[in-house]
């Protein structure tokens, strides 16, 4: 493999383009770049975004691959891989798959067999460099093919690799799913600033302003998220007021359960999809 793959992506939905654009801004070359899906409209407005090469045909996709991107919904993510099937046998691409709960085993037997494949579990913010992935490899991939993708992931945030393919369903419930847990933090924030009778625009720009300055303080910070929290408690003063209220209404508790429910659903959709359900 050449030290600058083609890529092609398989699926250009949410997930797909917010690593493309990671990758671009980046500085990977959009000419090494290719995606497909059904509908010619939405490659359009892709190609016109990325400068990328698109097509309606997966097969002709993966073809130009070098390292092909697994990125459809799960639901149909077996009749894709058995689709190109007879194409990656024969050029015999790096596989990754970023499906949720997907096990690397079914998705090799629906890509008849054989071939390196590694699991990514990124997340969103990948986008704007600030991703964050979990990595697993099955036995058929290279050390240098675990770097190449590794360093595509490191370009657009965190690349941590797992051991053992169980802890993608955990890697799934934090990371994964988690840029909506803090979508939802700042809607929950923006309506209660609201209600005080802050305009919305100054509300979202302070929640949000204070939601990364929390999360770069405390990447930076020697201490951990509990000491910060409690330099911002004075005694008797306002913070305490609301931590009270957070931890007496119960949010570990809820937090636990959130991404215990994404866990199972991960594990669920692992056994449903392997047809062992
Ligand atoms: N969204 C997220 O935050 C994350 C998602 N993932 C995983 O990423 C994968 C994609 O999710 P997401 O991007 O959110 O989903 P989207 O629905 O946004 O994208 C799915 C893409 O698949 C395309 N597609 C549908 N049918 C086919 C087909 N037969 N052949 C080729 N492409 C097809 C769709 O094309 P069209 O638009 O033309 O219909 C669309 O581009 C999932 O497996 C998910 O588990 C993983 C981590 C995070
Ligand atoms: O909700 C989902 O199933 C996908 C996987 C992680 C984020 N989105």
Request: proline share 4%.
């Amino acid at each position: 493999m050449s030290t600058s793959p083609t890529i092609s992506f398989i699926g250009a939905g949410n997930m797909a383009s917010a690593i493309i654009g990671g990758m671009l801004a980046s500085g990977f070359d959009a000419g090494r770049i290719w995606a497909s899906a059904p509908e010619d409209s939405h490659l359009q407005a892709l190609r016109k975004q990325f400068n990328i090469s698109v097509t309606t045909d997966n097969r002709y996709c993966a073809q130009q691959g070098d390292i092909i991107i697994l990125a459809v919904k799960p639901q149909i993510m077996a009749t894709v891989c058995r689709d190109i099937a007879p194409v990656v046998q024969n050029t015999r691409p790096l596989m990754v798959s970023i499906a949720a709960g997907l096990e690397a085993g079914t998705l090799d037997e629906w890509l008849g067999g054989g071939l390196p494949l590694i699991r990514v579990m990124p997340n969103t913010p990948s986008l704007v460099g600030k991703g964050a992935a979990g990595l697993y490899a099955n036995d058929d991939v290279s050390d240098a093919q675990k770097e190449t993708v590794a360093s595509i992931f490191s370009s657009i945030g965190s690349a941590l690799w797992v051991d053992d393919e169980a802890s993608l369903h955990a890697v799934t419930a934090l990371s994964g799913s988690g840029p909506a847990y803090f979508f939802l933090m700042l809607e929950a924030l923006e309506s209660a600033a609201a209600k005080a009778g802050m305009p919305a625009e100054t509300a979202r720009e302070l929640a949000i302003q204070t939601m990364a300055g929390a999360a770069e303080m405390a990447a930076r910070s020697e201490h951990d998220p509990a000491q910060l929290k409690r330099n911002v408690m004075s005694p008797g003063g306002t913070t305490e007021q609301a931590i009270n209220t957070f931890e007496s209404g119960g949010l570990r508790e809820l937090v636990d359960q959130a991404l215990q429910a994404a866990y199972r659903r991960s594990e669920e959709m692992a056994r449903e999809l392997a047809g062992k359900d």
